[in-house]
């Protein structure tokens, strides 16, 4: 693949949360600080579709069939991006694993290229403050920055503070009743993610009720240390 060399040791981050705990604030500030590569399983899979790449053709014939795309094929699409120049120097996954199965699965592939998940950093938070979170959150559309009606306001109602556009946005779907179920949904099937890293000394938790900054700093140190 042009672009494309084999890495020798990848920095790989595994940020683990529900939704709402901040996850994708937190993997672009470790973009920003390490110049590491956020990766997630919905961007993976749209890039390799529109590449056109093996691994692409099989997610996209499942996908245009209504079904759900394999650990394998997953699994195929990240080995080959982290092939990239750009994943050098580190990588965050975000939205995988999901189950002790794909852990397992992603271990022996990376174990395969002689590499191994640096720190498994899970961002530990109160349900009923988590609840309150979901359902004043909002981002701009135009840069992606993410806002809260009482945590993060922006400096003038309804204008970015990053990028000056006045394109907020909410999601449908960030309501109270939503929120509870998606935790409830985490903690079934992907907190035990936290007992499998947890048994390889690879967990770290982070209170992620702390402010932004604290929560970034924290994550810092885990970094720099692992």
Not at 2 to 29: E, F, N, V, Y
């Amino acid at each position: 693949m042009d672009g494309a060399t084999t890495p020798t040791t990848t920095t790989i981050l595994i940020l683990l949360g529900p939704p709402g705990s901040g996850k994708g604030t937190q993997a672009r500030k470790l973009e920003g600080d390490f110049g590491f590569v956020q990766l997630s399983t919905g961007d993976l899979l749209r890039a390799a579709v529109a590449a056109g790449t093996e691994a692409g053709q099989a997610a996209d014939e499942v996908m245009k069939a209504g079904g759900l795309v394999s650990d394998e094929i997953v699994l195929a699409i990240l080995t080959d991006r982290l092939t990239h120049d750009d994943c050098k120097q580190g990588v965050v996954l975000d939205g995988f694993p999901r189950t002790t199965g794909q852990a397992e699965a992603l271990d022996q592939m990376l174990a395969d290229r002689g590499e191994s998940i640096r720190a498994v950093i899970s961002l530990e938070v109160d349900e009923v403050e988590m609840v309150k979170r979901v359902a004043g959150r909002m981002t701009c559309g135009d840069c992606g920055e993410g806002f809260h009606d009482h945590f993060k306001p922006p400096a003038q109602d309804g204008v970015c503070d990053t990028c000056g556009a006045q394109n907020m946005t909410r999601r449908a779907d960030d309501n109270a009743a939503t929120a509870i179920s998606r935790l409830e949904a985490y903690a079934e099937q992907t907190a035990p993610l936290v007992a499998h890293y947890g048994a390889r000394g690879a967990l770290h938790a982070v209170d992620a009720m702390q402010a932004i900054d604290a929560v970034q700093d924290h994550i810092a140190r885990i970094v720099k240390s692992a």
